[in-house]
């Protein structure tokens, strides 16, 4: 059974920093490109960032660029989002996703969200 | 960017009759003859789950009473018949290009 796990999350204050892991299990991780999407209390979902499964290709919002870093341990079937310089606007649940490897854009497996919460 | 123009926001149907739902993308999502916009479903409390892809094709367990369409950029999600168990939002996305971006969200509600 795929399995996508987030931690790492909580509340932080405007301008500081957190890291965000996925553990990934029942599939072969390194295999997979994956992603960060984020869900703002009662809102929609927003795309955050891609990684494909060696790392070679990396993208980012608009809204994160410079500010957070998408990475991965594949010997540690990890995902992680490095995330500084922390605004309100970030609070919201972060959610991995895996990228389907024969449909391009198609996320096919999800984690519970991680929630973080940036307030003074 | 690619916008996508999800309506409508909210939308109450019968038991039994047809949900539509809209999506309109501000250029072509079309690659290699297919158009790569897809289809969640968000239920209350739970994570979102790939319904649709690639326009018109179901996901894995995902029952025929939903489907995909589309017309000029215009891609509609219908849902016939409606079931209890359809009460959730949904959102159209597109997989063309970075930033992949997402549809607002329609959220479906039994009347």
């Known amino acids: 059974e795929v399995q996508l796990v987030e931690s790492g999350g909580g509340l932080v204050q405007p301008g500081r920093s957190l890291k965000l892991s996925c553990l990934a299990s029942g599939f072969t991780f390194s295999n997979y490109g994956m992603n960060w999407i984020r869900q703002a209390p009662g809102k929609g979902l927003e795309w955050v960032a891609s990684i494909s499964s060696s790392s070679s290709y990396i993208y980012y919002a608009d809204t994160v660029k410079g500010r957070f870093t998408i990475s991965r341990d594949n010997a540690k079937n990890t995902l992680y989002l490095q995330m500084t310089s922390l605004r309100s606007e970030d609070t919201a649940l972060y959610y991995c996703?895996?990228?389907?490897?024969?449909?391009?854009?198609?996320?096919?497996?999800w984690g519970q969200g991680a929630s973080v919460t940036v307030s003074s | 960017n690619i916008v996508l123009t999800q309506s409508p926001a909210s939308l109450a149907v019968i038991l039994g009759q047809k949900a539509t739902i809209s999506c309109t993308a501000s250029e072509s999502v079309n690659k290699f003859g297919i158009n790569l916009m897809h289809w969640y479903q968000q239920k209350p409390g739970q994570l979102p789950k790939i319904l649709i892809y690639n326009e018109f094709s179901r996901a894995p367990g995902i029952p025929a009473r939903f489907s995909g369409d589309e017309a000029e950029l215009n891609f509609t999600l219908t849902i016939e018949p409606v079931e209890a168990d359809d009460v959730a939002t949904y959102y159209c996305?597109?997989?063309?290009?970075?930033?992949?971006?997402f549809g607002a969200g329609t959220k479906l509600e039994l009347k």
């Open positions: 996703a895996r990228q389907e490897n024969n449909n391009y854009g198609v996320m096919d497996a």
């Open positions: 996305q597109q997989g063309l290009t970075f930033p992949y971006t």
